[in-house]
């Protein structure tokens, strides 16, 4: 591991790649930087990787695509069904197929290397792997925080019904508003927190505005923007990536949803680190 600077927490990090030389060439590149990195394990097959994945709990996974019995891709989302988390993923791969970078990405990849590798590649994605992780340990952190400052971007219950429908209506209300508040950084809609309920959207939606008084579109949009607030106290954070963190794909639309809840663009409300609106 190299020198991480103090105070920062260690990043633990898995490789799981057939080529012995691999495991040594990356533990190499890690000692000589000075990334809060440290290699938890290093396995030649999935069945090895995912069988360890719960004791090692890694943080960031490098794992090769084409691999005999599990490949890359399926190890991933198995660790991630194991572990109840998903590390964050590399993938190395000595194939240049657009197919297969198409499949990393989609199934949630943030790197794709290509054989063979190269030390500023590695730097630069173990690197950026270290930021999301970082950034994932401060919303933990922060989350009973972010619940609480929630409770004022809800107005006060407006149900008028009876006392057993009120019950139940409030029942499903808030599974819709804790549901939100768990998955607000993925692509989510209304429709999507209705079929998770087994509900029509209509009706959540009516339910959700009877009993909060604002729509579940609009209560999303409050959340991700309030947790967006959090993170951009990190500087090492573009506000692209600030975006993304928060389940924006498209900066413009965070720019203008932003100002729509704050009354400032982000870069405003960032200022250089010199005013914070609340």
């Not at 993923?89 to 990405?105: G, K, N």
């Not at 429908?165 to 409030?170: A, G, L, S, Y």
């Not at 809609?189 to 604002?214: M, Q, R, T, W």
Request: aromatic share 6%; proline share 5%.
């Amino acid at each position: 591991m190299g020198e991480a600077d103090e105070g920062s927490e260690v990043c633990r990090l898995i490789i799981v790649d057939d080529e012995p030389i691999v495991h040594r060439m990356v533990a190499q590149i890690i000692d000589q930087s000075d990334l809060p990195v440290t290699v938890a394990g290093a396995f030649a097959s999935g069945p090895e990787a995912l069988a360890a994945a719960s004791e090692l709990s890694p943080d960031i996974a490098l794992l090769d695509i084409q691999m005999d019995e599990m490949n890359g891709l399926e190890l991933a989302h198995n660790i991630s069904e194991k572990l109840g988390y998903r590390p964050i993923v590399i993938y190395l791969t000595a194939h240049r197929s657009f197919d297969y970078a198409q499949e990393a990405m989609r199934l949630g990849a943030m790197d794709y290397l290509v054989k063979p590798i190269r030390r500023a590649d590695v730097l630069a994605a173990l690197g950026r792997a270290v930021r999301r992780v970082e950034a994932e340990r401060l919303e933990r952190i922060e989350r009973e925080r972010l619940r609480n400052q929630l409770g004022s971007v809800l107005p006060a219950a407006v149900s008028h019904v009876g006392p057993a429908e009120e019950t139940r209506q409030r029942s499903i209300a808030r599974a819709a508003r804790e549901f939100v508040d768990e998955h607000y950084a993925e692509p989510l809609s209304l429709a999507d927190v209705s079929d998770h309920l087994n509900l029509s959207p209509g009706y959540l939606g009516a339910i959700f505005k009877a009993e909060y008084g604002i729509p579940l579109k609009a209560y999303l949009r409050r959340v991700r923007i309030a947790r967006a607030k959090e993170l951009m106290r990190d500087p090492r954070m573009n506000l692209t990536e600030v975006a993304l963190r928060v389940g924006f794909e498209d900066i413009s639309y965070f720019s203008q949803s932003f100002l729509q809840e704050t009354g400032v663009r982000p870069s405003e409300y960032r200022g250089g680190g010199r005013r914070w609106p609340k």
